[in-house]
Every structure is written in C-alpha cells, then in structure tokens.
C-alpha cells in the first residue's frame, strides 16, 4: 500500500476534525493508536445483518465474485422470468 500526500488538519473548538470527501461512502471507523501515539482510522462499511449469511458463507460468497465477474465482461445468458417460481407479488 502507498501512502498518500499528507494534509494538515486543524481540530475545531471542540476538539473535532472533518474528514470531507475522504469519509464519502463510510459509515464508521476503527480508530487504534500506534506505540508512537499516532491516530490510525480505518474505514469500515457496515452491511444488514439479513446479508451477514453471504459472508460467512464462502462457498456462496465465491459464486456471487464469479457472477459478477462474469457479467463484467459480458458473459449473460437470458434465462427469462422466475416469477412462477416465487410466493411473492411483482412490485415493479
């Protein structure tokens, strides 16, 4: 990993530092300080615990990439509606 320019940042009254474009798309940080007393944060993007299976699941995880990778470089196969095959009503 290559590290970026650095910026000086100047605390508010309040002891409080804005992170502006740099926090665009983070919803938390883990925050660790090093043995030379420097502040280290390390983004983190929370998921909906209704999703948490996928990542525990590597197996399913692995074939989710694979997908994905596979659409990017245009490999689809249109395989119609699977409407008849669900319980739920279409919404769109």
Sequence with gaps: MTAKASKIVRPDAKGRITLGNMARGVSSYLL????????????RVEIPANEKWLYNN??????????????AQGE?????????????EDTD
């Design 32 to 43: 660790t300080t090093d043995k030379h007393h420097r502040i280290i944060l390390e983004p």
């Design 58 to 71: 590597k197996t399913a995880l692995n074939q989710v990439k694979r997908g994905l990778k596979q659409s």
């Design 76 to 88: 689809l196969k249109n395989k119609g509606n699977f409407a008849k095959f669900t319980d739920e």
